[in-house]
Each structure stands twice: as C-alpha cells, then as structure tokens.
C-alpha cells in the first residue's frame, strides 16, 4: 500500500483545475480531441486562424503528425510582442549568475527589444528561414534571445548542451548542416570555467562541420579567446547599432522551430524535430495547468536549455504564458548547499521545478541547508526526469514543502515535448513515486510481453495511442528510423521506451527505460555511445555497457571492457578509460564502474547477452535467468565473481 497525500482544499478552493474539471476535461479530451485542441489552440495569437486542427496516421506505412495545419503563427511573437500592452514591464527572465553576486532582470519590453537585435543581426549573418543555427552557450539570456531570434525568422536552432564534448557538438552540427553556431567564451559552473569557444573551434576542425560560416561569441567571463577572422564575431560588437524593430513574420504552423538532440538505444543520438503550433500550444497550456500558473507567479526551472526541459518549460511555455522565468547558471551545491533556497528568497519564487537527482543529493546534506532559508514564497513543487523514488518524494514534501506544498512528478520525454502524465496541483491526490494521470488528451496504454494491450491494474511497456499537438514530427533526416524507433514495435501506437506499471486506482507508475538508454541524473545516455566511444580506445578490444544503481544519479554507468591480446587491466588505465569517455562525450557520460571481462557472454550467434550483463551490475547475480544458450557459459562465472558492486 503507498501512501496517498489528498489534494490540500485550500489550495482546490483557489486551484485553476478541481477533480471534477479534470474529469470532465479528460473525458472530453479523449472523446472529441479535435473539439478540444481547437479550444486550447485559442490561446496563442495566430496570424491565420487554423480550421484544420489534427492530421494523424501512426500507420508505419503512412506515418504523418499535423496539428493546427492551415494556421500560420510566429512563435516568438507569441512569447513576447503579444504581451508588451499589458504586461510590457513585467519581468519575463531573472538571470542569476553562477556567482551569487550576479544577478539581472530583463522585461518583457526589453527581451523583445533583444531578440529583435538578435534576429536582425542573424538576418545581416545571411540566416533565412529554414536555415541551421546551433546554440552552444550557458544559461545565460542570451541563450533565450539567440532561441526566439531563430524563431522569429523561421531559423531551426539545435541547441547543445554546454557539457557536451567537441566530438559531440561536430556530430550535431554535422548531421543538420548548421550554417552558424553561438557560443560563449566560457561559460562559469560551480566557479569552475568552461571553455565553450575553444570546443568550438576543436569542433569545427572536424570533418563535416564546414557548413558553419560564422561563429557568433557573447562575451561572458571576458577571457581572451582565440578569433578566427572572418568567421568569429562577437556578439555585443555584432548586436551594436541594429534595429529593434524586426516584424515577426508568420510561419506555417508545422515550419519546424527546433532539432534537439537525444540519445537511443542503438547508434548516433537522433535529431528529434519539434514544430511551431503543436509544440507551443501544448507547452504553454501544460506549464499553466501543471504549475497552476498565475500572474504574479515567480517560476524556476532549474534545468538547463541543452536539455528538453529547458526549451519547453524555461523558454517557450512560460514566456508563452506570459510568465516570469528564472535561468539560472549556477548547481545546486555552489557556494554551498543552501544555494537554491537562497535563491528561491531572494528572487521570492513560487513555482519550482527540478530533478530527482538533485533532490537526492540535497537530502543527502540534511535538513539544515534548506532551513537556512524561508521559502515562504514557495507554492507548487515540481519534479522531472526520472522515477523519484518515495523516500526524495516524502523528503521534498516535508522538508522543502512544509508538507504544504503540493507536489507534481511529471512524466515526459525530449520527444513528447511536453509533459504527459503529471498530477494537477489543485485535483489529483499525490502518491509519491506516481506520475499520476495522463493529462488532457494523452491516452496511455500497458501492454504485457505479447504486445497484448492490459486493462485494469498491470505493468509492462508504457504506449500512447494517440496524437497530442507537442508531438515529436520526425528525425531530422531520417523518417524511416523515426518509424522504425518508436511506431515499429507496436504498430499503431507511439512507443515510449519505458515500463510502467498501472494500480487499481488507475494511477501510473513509471519503472524506467526497458531499452539500451541509461538515465543518469535524468540525462539519457545510450549505452551504445558509451562502448563506441570506449572501442575506439586504443587498447579496448570490446566494450558492453550497461545501468546500474546509483544513490544520487539514480543510474549509474557501468561498462565491462575487454582489452586487446597483452594488455593487462590497472587502476591507471581505468582512469585513463574515464577520461577518454569524458573526452569523447562529455563528463555526463563518464562510467562509474569499469569492471575488466577476460570475455563477454555472447550467444552462438555472437550477440552480447546484456541481460546477464544488467544483472551482474545490479548485483543481483541469483537472477541470470537462462544461461544455456551462451556459447560458453564459463565466462558467467568470473564476471560473477569479481562484480564491483556487492
Ligand atoms: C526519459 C526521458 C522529460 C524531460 C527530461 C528527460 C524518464 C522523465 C520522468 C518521471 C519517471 C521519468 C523516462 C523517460 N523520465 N520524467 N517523472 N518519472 N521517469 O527527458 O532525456 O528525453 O528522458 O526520462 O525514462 O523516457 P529525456
């Protein structure tokens, strides 16, 4: 039996949504969809009303997702202009620096005023509608302006995470033939530096890159950086005397607004193409439903804008809404340990978002730190990423939360674009470690290991078997594994990757990916990027990686490696491993247990059984299930024997 929190009246009594309006609202979400998203898809400013609301076949043959077709819309006319009559000096983003000295608030008079100058200058750059732009800075304004100034002229960004390798980073600008990239000089993390430029010119000395034809550096920490002339600018010397006025033209709604990239259980991480007015009306209603957004409001996302989270619920949705965001630099542990409720004062935020794994690590230094602060300003809680186990869920509640505030675990993914399965503060009662309901128009679906949709109380693979406007459209430049990775396996259904487990309440409990994807801090990584990346080692002869349990990551990496005929395995090769990975990847992605396999269990064919391989780093060496089939069972043994987790 898991405990239930009831919905707090009080908090009903004010709430946007009440148990009865969901109920209704769901109902007629699902039974008349088009109804309903032609009512939400009121909210944005169209420059052409759309009278065609859905357009969706998950047939594989015929694969298409259309939402709002004929209406033409700017999306960063949406996040800005269409606010400045009434609310022209509300402050849109509150920068705080990673340096708790640095803070800065921009309103939205003057975030336009920026993105104009900024889509100006990408207009003076050559960038036209259509055009690649790859973002690779901090979390810093000037990510935000660079994303809507894309949007304004109908630029696709492809934003990279700032930890990201320079490897990686080519291979994003590579495969969507980015025509300009924005960075920074360095971006600050924790008072450490890091040196964003230089990634970039390491990038684009990689083979595929020469698309790039401008480099576009804002100047944050004022280091000198190298300058390659005429393909480095400046951005406050490229900003200087544009015009802030630039009309935001309007777009179709499907003209695509972004590539982000993620990783999957099988080779180079995916472009995953959202688009204009599916995307923003569905971020931009579930942040105000799931947060019960309200004027005054002061929102923090804690995510990064390399991430999903950071487009959907730092960027678009709240400033679609109108909202106030805070983008903030800095971790959680920098000066020290109090740092988020110190700023959670200071700038009196009420809603706030962030990871598991953050949360674990924070429990894990007390109560005091959180104590140091008052966070009376604090209304609703949020958490994303990864399942939250109830012990950081109950810890969240009372300690952070007074046990007053509620708590939403939203489920989502980069592909989804929004949040799916999420409580509504003011009507869904809370179990900790559920993601709850799905939210309006999401039909979720539990089918066992024949594929066989469940009813009632189950567990198996999680499918949604419908369309909602925030849906993924394609692979950027590659349809075909668009089908074949997520409506192949069972036709007619979107599938997630994840497990799921169903209760009699009807309430969804989220097990985790049943793919080769690891989720670590509640970052994907495929466990293939990780063994390709430690094959091309020198003396690696063969790698296989799986997820283990971590205390704060929630899942850690964990690679068994086989070393080339005369190479013995040590303590210093390992680290030399670790940091190969880093380099090669990014530290996201740096292995956690490195465990030497004179051989890997392989069946006759010659397939790695990853299984047994999952559950040797689990630890849990009584449940290997079926070893027979292995063409040499014997290897089982000393893997066994010599586990690093025991
Ligand atoms: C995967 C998606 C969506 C933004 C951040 C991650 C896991 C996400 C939850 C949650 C349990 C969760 C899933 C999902 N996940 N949120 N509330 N409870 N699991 O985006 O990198 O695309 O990862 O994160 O496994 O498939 P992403």
New binding site residues.
């Given amino acids: 039996m898991s405990t239930i929190h009831p919905v707090d009246p009080a908090f009903a009594a004010k709430a946007r949504i009440r148990l009865d309006d969901y109920e209704r609202l769901y109902a007629e979400s699902v039974k008349d969809p088009e109804t309903f998203w032609a009512k939400v898809g009121e909210r944005l400013d169209w420059a052409k009303k759309p009278t065609k609301i859905k357009d969706v076949s998950y047939d594989p043959k015929n694969l298409h997702i259309r939402w709002y077709e004929d209406g033409t819309l700017n999306v960063a006319a949406n996040c800005l202009d269409r606010h400045l009559a009434e609310r022209g000096d509300k402050v849109a983003i509150i920068f705080e620096g990673d340096d708790p000295n640095e803070s800065r608030k921009l309103t939205y008079r003057e975030l336009h005023a920026e993105v104009c100058k900024f889509a100006n200058t990408l207009k003076h750059l050559g960038v036209t509608k259509g055009d690649r732009v790859a973002i690779y800075l901090p979390m810093i304004p000037e990510a935000a302006v660079a994303m809507l100034a894309c949007a304004r002229i109908g630029a696709i960004h492809s934003v990279v995470f700032g930890g990201f390798s320079p490897d990686s980073l080519a291979g994003r600008i590579a495969d969507s033939a980015c025509k300009a990239v924005i960075t920074a000089d360095e971006g600050v993390r924790g008072g450490k530096k890091i040196p964003l430029k230089i990634n970039v010119d390491e990038a684009l000395k990689r083979p595929g890159t020469n698309s790039v034809e401008t480099v576009v550096v804002v100047r944050r920490t004022g280091s000198a950086v190298p300058m390659q002339s005429p393909r480095d600018r400046y951005w406050h010397n490229l900003m200087e005397g544009q015009s802030a006025d630039c009309p935001a033209e309007p777009m179709e709604a499907e003209h695509p607004l972004f590539i982000l990239y993620?990783s999957g259980s099988t080779g180079k991480p995916k472009g995953v193409l959202h688009t204009s007015g599916g995307y923003l009306v569905y971020t931009s209603y579930t942040h105000e439903c799931v947060f019960d957004l309200r004027e005054d409001d002061v929102y923090w996302c804690t995510?990064d804008v390399g991430?999903?989270?950071g487009h959907s619920y730092v960027v678009y949705g709240p400033l679609a809404n109108g909202a106030t965001t805070l983008m903030f630099d800095g971790v959680p542990n920098y000066p020290d340990f109090s740092r988020f409720w110190q700023v959670v004062d200071k700038h009196k935020v009420s809603l706030f978002y962030t990871a598991p794994t953050a949360i674990r690590a924070l429990m894990r230094e007390g109560e005091a730190p959180v104590k140091k602060a008052s966070r009376a300003s604090l209304r609703v809680l949020g958490?994303?990423?990864?399942?939250?186990n109830p012990e950081a869920w109950e810890w969240y509640h009372r300690v952070v939360g007074e046990s007053q505030r509620p708590i939403v675990?939203?489920?989502?993914?980069?592909?989804?674009g929004g949040i799916l399965i999420t409580p509504l503060p003011g009507a869904i009662a809370t179990k900790p470690g559920s993601?709850t309901k799905p939210f309006f128009g999401v039909k979720p679906a539990i089918v066992d290991a024949s594929g066989e949709v469940q009813q009632g109380a189950c567990e198996g693979n999680l499918l949604i078997t419908d369309s909602w406007p925030g849906q993924m459209r394609t692979v950027y430049g590659d349809h075909q594994r668009f089908i074949e990775t997520y409506f192949s396996a069972y036709p007619g259904n979107y599938f997630?990757?994840?497990g799921a487990r169903r209760d009699e309440d009807g309430y969804y409990w989220?097990t985790?990916?049943v793919d080769d994807?690891i989720?670590v801090s509640?970052?994907?990584i495929g466990t293939a990027e990780v063994e390709s990346a430690l094959v091309s080692h020198p003396k690696v002869a063969e790698a296989a990686v799986v997820g283990c349990p971590h205390e704060i990551k929630g899942q850690g990496i964990y690679a068994y490696v086989t070393l080339i005929a005369g190479e013995t395995g040590s303590d210093e090769l390992k680290k030399e491993l670790v940091a190969w990975v880093r380099k090669e990847i990014g530290p996201i992605a740096t292995p956690d247990y490195i465990q030497w396999a004179p051989s890997l269990p392989k069946t006759r064919s010659g397939k790695i059984m990853r299984r047994i391989l999952r559950k040797i780093g689990e630890n849990q060496p009584d449940q290997l299930g079926d070893i027979s089939t292995l063409a040499d069972p014997s290897v089982v043994k000393s893997l066994v024997e010599e586990r690093l987790i025991k």
């Fill in positions: 993620t995510a991430w999903v989270t958490t994303v990423g990864e399942p939250i675990d939203t489920w989502w993914q980069t592909e989804t993601a997630t990757g994840d989220i985790g990916r994807v989720n509640g970052h994907r």
